[in-house]
């Protein structure tokens, strides 16, 4: 099946830094989700992008959609205790009807 | 507004027993899906339907097996439990129009299988 590489696996960061993490795909997706999901929950979207180089806030959350479709990124301005948990990116294949997961950025914020 | 509702949330199942996990969403998404998620990993794609009388086989369905007799309700059954079956599933759905990607997802259900 479709390989996702995300990246990094883990970060620990003190309160207040800036987070960046990253998503590869072995083929062209036309579209890249970001999720996070806290203990015992199921994922949440954060942002989603649809066309290549589009760039998406959601508060201090900003994300790309690289231009040659094959990579995403996800950046946390500012980090607070509450951006604690696990971000996963997802893509979808032009026409196909399921997303695919990468395998997630565990996120700890050191008060 | 429910949206997507998994139950149960937790259950324990000897090797061999037969289990259904049901999921409900009132949003009348066309689309439904059953992920699972093991330690460490994302999330793996089981089966999926695009309406209803209409299912399809994901990633890894080996063992599993869904219908969709409505456009609200899609089961995901478990015949004979194995430990490698242990993780916790996760379903999804989305309305299938435009170009919109969201998936939402319910709460999620551990199973664990001894």
């Known amino acids: 099946g479709q390989q996702l590489n995300q990246s990094p696996q883990s970060m620990f960061i003190q309160e207040g830094e800036d987070v960046s993490m990253n998503c590869t795909s072995s083929?062209?997706?036309?579209?890249w989700l970001w999720y996070k999901q806290d203990p015992g929950e199921g994922p949440v979207l954060l942002i989603a992008l649809y066309k290549a180089g589009e760039l998406t806030s959601n508060g201090r959350l900003t994300a790309q959609f690289g231009i040659t479709r094959k990579d995403s990124f996800l950046n946390i301005s500012a980090s607070i205790p509450s951006d604690v948990g696990i971000y996963f990116c997802?893509?979808?294949?032009?026409?196909?009807?399921?997303?695919?997961f990468g395998t997630g950025t565990r996120l700890t914020v050191i008060p | 507004n429910a949206g997507v509702t998994q139950t149960p949330k937790f259950r324990i199942l000897k090797i061999g027993q037969s289990m259904t996990l049901q999921c409900a969403q009132d949003?009348?998404?066309?689309?439904m899906y059953w992920y699972r998620q093991d330690p460490g990993m994302g999330l793996k794609l089981i089966y999926y339907s695009v309406g209803a009388g209409i299912t399809d086989k994901g990633e890894v369905p080996n063992g599993y097996n869904v219908s969709r007799s409505t456009t609200e309700d899609f089961p995901l059954r478990l015949e004979l439990a194995a430990p490698s079956q242990t993780s916790v599933y996760f379903c999804?759905?989305?309305?299938?129009?435009?170009?919109?990607?969201?998936?939402?997802f319910g709460e999620g259900s551990r199973l664990t299988v001894l």
């Open positions: 083929s062209i997706f036309n579209t």
């Open positions: 999804a759905s989305r309305t299938g129009q435009g170009t919109t990607g969201e998936l939402f």
């Open positions: 949003m009348n998404h066309n689309y």
């Open positions: 997802a893509g979808r294949e032009t026409g196909a009807n399921n997303l695919f």
